[in-house]
T-cell receptor
Framework: AQSVAQPEDQVNVAEGNPLTVKCTYS??????LFWYVQYPNRGLQFLLK??????LVKGSYGFEAEFNKSQTSFHLKKPSALVSDSALYFC??????????FGDGTTLTVKP | GAGVSQSPSNKVTEKGKDVELRCDPI?????LYWYRQSLGQGLEFLIY????????KSGLPSDRFSAERTGGSVSTLTIQRTQQEDSAVYLC????????????FGPGTRLTVL
């Protein structure tokens, strides 16, 4: 069985400050990890993924995430938040099974 | 290029009626997924298709839900005898194959059951 936890329903940051959106996971094998973003009234868009290799993954719009095997985490980060980053963010995980499990989502609000 | 499209974008129906939701995946993508997103909830997996293999229906919440994928392309999700708790946004996604690939999502169909 696989599961994902996004412990924060909401994250609020000021524009220009760094942001972190947390994600922890549980899988039986090697994890494939993903972050997706959902802007208001739009579908989910892929941000980045970790499959293998470097633990620090860089993705779209200046976002990055760090895979931490010992802590089973894959937190999403950005050094300097923009108001336009305000959206709903989903972490997802899968192992050898092709079916992905998504977290409940974290609403990021960046205030000017 | 064209992304994943879904129709209708909005559907309002009365309790007890049947509805059909359509998904057109990206051309050439062999894997297709259906999810449900209820208000304030995460994504709930419903079903996936890979090529001509038997679909994984393990996420379908009841036997009122069914899905087909014709010719390895277009998919239709059918909900029979709709209930108010079926109200949600139904999302379709496709990927080049069922592996570690990124899923590309459509805009969703917002279903409201009165």
């Amino acid at each position: 069985a696989q599961s994902v936890a996004q412990p924060e329903d909401q994250v609020n940051v000021a524009e220009g400050n760094p942001l972190t959106v947390k994600c922890t996971y549980s899988v039986s094998g090697n994890p494939y990890l993903f972050w997706y973003v959902q802007y208001p009234n739009r579908g989910l868009q892929f941000l980045l993924k970790y499959i293998t290799g470097d633990n620090l993954v860089k993705g779209s719009y200046g976002f990055e995430a760090e895979f931490n095997k010992s802590q089973t985490s894959f937190h999403l980060k950005k050094p300097s938040a923009l108001v336009s980053d305000s959206a709903l963010y989903f972490c997802a995980v899968r192992d050898k099974e092709p079916k992905s499990t998504f977290g409940d989502g974290t609403t990021l609000t960046v205030k000017p | 290029g064209a992304g994943v499209s879904q129709s209708p974008s909005n559907k309002v129906t009365e309790k007890g009626k049947d509805v059909e939701l359509r998904c057109d995946p990206i051309s050439g993508h062999t894997a297709l997924y259906w999810y449900r997103q209820s208000l304030g909830q995460g994504l709930e997996f419903l079903i996936y298709f890979q090529g001509n293999s038997a679909p994984d229906k393990s996420g379908l919440p009841s036997d009122r839900f069914s899905a087909e994928r014709t010719g390895g392309s277009v998919s239709t999700l059918t909900i029979q005898r709709t209930q108010q708790e079926d109200s949600a946004v139904y999302l379709c996604a496709s990927s080049p194959e069922m592996g570690a690939d990124t899923q590309y999502f459509g805009p969703g169909t917002r279903l409201t059951v009165l």
